[in-house]
């Protein structure tokens, strides 16, 4: 991982937390019911989460409170921005952006000497099968903040209204607990420090809740999609749901993706994006043997390129080079079928979202397609980073940095 560490591509604007930071955290960990880091530095995203307590307690998303229920902790306004880097839900990055779009001034009073933890509820105790998914229409967002801040101001306003009563000014218990609490919690008298809860619209998402699932609710019918065989063969079982269900791995799920407006394909305008030469050129990689000259010379050379790919036996030719083999003989063949010519996994793997999307629908089915078929590395940085920090591991070294400058000069 240090070449993407060192291209900002891993860990990336990451807080670094420690000393009363680090205490603070602690105290939200407390709240939550969670038992406290003994990390005394740490680093965090823009909901909280921290890499290295991820790893302490060998669990990527300690954050949950079971899988219907998520929190998030802010201790400084400079999360405001940043990246989610271990998100269990679709919209866990849009929430953030909502939080500090309300709170941003009140973030800032507040994170100079407290924290503030964040329950995401979704009204639901906890999911006991994926059909509860579909229940889950709104999320309200509520706040707690570190020591009962708000508390302590109500006790504060309480002892300057007995202070300003009568002859209390020179009544010396009063005195010291006013000062007591000024010294333990400063001057909380015009700060606020209650946030009311935020109420979140939620349609379709995508939760990694049983291994796996995108809930897509504003087309023609409902569809569950499983990354978890297992689950789906559990979930098919049911009769009760007016719902349409897939594994991920389905063709059919492809083909009613089209079919319901929600994805498009037109092979001729695809075969024309720098996205079709990032899948081209991945699956050239897979197929390279007896590399003689760098790979990125050598996916930069059409020459090269050339050369190689005629060394490769006449099927691997065929499949790799089958979309312009397709376009080339429909000129003169009308009646040719792209079936017959263009290999399966670019028919899936140059689908795209429908142009009639909305942006929060056009994203989510962008990550969709990309998990169907993880073979843009640009797109798996971008819709599925988990994915693609395991699959970098098992590149060549050329194709890692290959792919890196994609990113960078994309990004």
Same mark, same amino acid.
């Given at each position: 991982?240090?070449?993407?560490?060192? *291209?900002?591509l891993?860990?990336?604007?990451?807080?670094?937390?420690?000393?009363?930071l680090?205490?603070?955290?602690?105290?939200?960990l407390?709240?939550?019911g969670?038992?406290?880091? %003994?990390?005394?530095?740490?680093h965090?995203d823009?909901?909280?989460?921290?890499?290295?307590? *991820?790893e302490?307690?060998?669990?990527p998303?300690?954050?949950?409170?079971?899988? %219907?229920?998520?929190? %998030?902790?802010?201790?400084?306004?400079?999360?405001?921005?940043?990246?989610?880097?271990?998100?269990?839900?679709?919209?866990?990055?849009?929430?953030?952006?909502?939080?500090?779009?309300?709170?941003?001034?009140?973030?800032?009073?507040?994170?100079?000497?407290a924290?503030?933890?964040?329950?995401?509820d979704?009204?639901?105790?906890?999911?006991?099968e994926?059909?509860?998914?579909?229940?889950?229409?709104?999320?309200?967002?509520s706040?707690?903040?570190?020591?009962?801040?708000?508390?302590?101001?109500?006790?504060?306003?309480?002892?300057?209204?007995?202070f300003?009563?009568?002859?209390?000014f020179?009544?010396?218990?009063?005195?010291?607990?006013?000062?007591?609490? *000024?010294?333990?919690?400063?001057?909380?008298?015009?700060?606020?420090?209650?946030?009311?809860?935020?109420?979140?619209k939620?349609?379709?998402?995508?939760?990694m *809740?049983?291994?796996?699932?995108?809930v897509?609710?504003?087309?023609?019918?409902?569809?569950?999609?499983?990354?978890?065989?297992?689950?789906?063969?559990?979930? !098919?079982?049911?009769?009760?749901?007016?719902?349409?269900?897939f594994?991920i791995g389905?063709?059919?799920?492809?083909?009613?993706?089209?079919?319901?407006?929600?994805a498009?394909?037109d092979?001729?305008?695809?075969?024309?994006?720098?996205?079709?030469?990032? !899948?081209?050129?991945?699956?050239?990689?897979q197929?390279?043997?007896?590399?003689?000259h760098p790979?990125?010379?050598?996916?930069?050379?059409?020459?090269?390129?050339k050369?190689?790919?005629?060394?490769?036996?006449?099927?691997?030719?065929?499949?790799?080079?089958?979309?312009?083999?397709?376009?080339?003989?429909? !000129?003169v063949?009308?009646?040719?079928?792209?079936?017959?010519?263009?290999?399966?996994?670019?028919?899936k793997?140059?689908?795209?979202?429908?142009?009639?999307l909305?942006?929060?629908h056009?994203?989510l089915?962008?990550?969709l397609l990309?998990?169907?078929?993880?073979?843009?590395p640009?797109?798996?940085?971008w819709?599925?980073?988990?994915?693609?920090?395991?699959?970098?591991?098992?590149?060549?070294?050329?194709y890692?940095d290959?792919?890196?400058d994609?990113?960078?000069?994309?990004?």
């Amino acid at each position: 991982m240090d070449k993407l560490k060192a *291209a900002g591509l891993y860990g990336r604007e990451l807080i670094t937390v420690s000393g009363s930071l680090a205490e603070r955290y602690n105290g939200c960990l407390t709240i939550l019911g969670m038992e406290p880091t %003994a990390l005394k530095a740490f680093h965090i995203d823009g909901i909280g989460w921290s890499p290295e307590i *991820a790893e302490e307690k060998e669990n990527p998303f300690y954050l949950n409170i079971g899988e %219907a229920n998520s929190n %998030a902790i802010v201790i400084s306004p400079n999360q405001e921005g940043n990246p989610v880097h271990m998100p269990f839900h679709s919209f866990d990055r849009d929430i953030m952006t909502t939080v500090f779009a309300a709170y941003a001034k009140e973030i800032r009073d507040i994170t100079k000497d407290a924290a503030i933890c964040i329950h995401l509820d979704q009204h639901i105790d906890t999911y006991y099968e994926p059909f509860d998914l579909l229940r889950y229409k709104q999320l309200t967002v509520s706040f707690r903040i570190l020591n009962d801040l708000a508390k302590k101001q109500k006790e504060q306003m309480e002892l300057v209204d007995e202070f300003n009563t009568a002859n209390n000014f020179i009544n010396r218990e009063i005195h010291n607990k006013l000062l007591d609490s *000024a010294r333990k919690y400063g001057d909380l008298r015009d700060r606020k420090l209650e946030l009311d809860p935020l109420k979140l619209k939620i349609s379709s998402f995508y939760t990694m *809740a049983f291994g796996g699932i995108f809930v897509l609710r504003d087309f023609i019918n409902d569809i569950i999609v499983f990354e978890s065989e297992e689950t789906f063969n559990k979930a !098919i079982k049911d009769t009760v749901h007016d719902v349409t269900l897939f594994h991920i791995g389905h063709n059919e799920l492809t083909s009613t993706l089209v079919n319901h407006l929600i994805a498009e394909f037109d092979i001729k305008k695809a075969a024309k994006t720098k996205r079709y030469e990032r !899948i081209k050129k991945h699956r050239f990689v897979q197929e390279l043997k007896n590399c003689k000259h760098p790979i990125p010379e050598v996916l930069e050379s059409p020459m090269l390129f050339k050369k190689y790919l005629n060394e490769m036996d006449v099927d691997t030719k065929k499949r790799i080079m089958s979309v312009e083999r397709y376009n080339q003989r429909k !000129i003169v063949e009308r009646e040719l079928k792209i079936d017959d010519v263009v290999d399966p996994l670019y028919v899936k793997a140059l689908l795209q979202p429908h142009s009639s999307l909305e942006e929060e629908h056009n994203e989510l089915i962008w990550k969709l397609l990309t998990k169907i078929v993880p073979v843009d590395p640009l797109h798996l940085y971008w819709y599925d980073k988990k994915q693609f920090y395991e699959t970098y591991l098992t590149w060549p070294d050329g194709y890692q940095d290959w792919v890196i400058d994609r990113i960078l000069k994309n990004n």
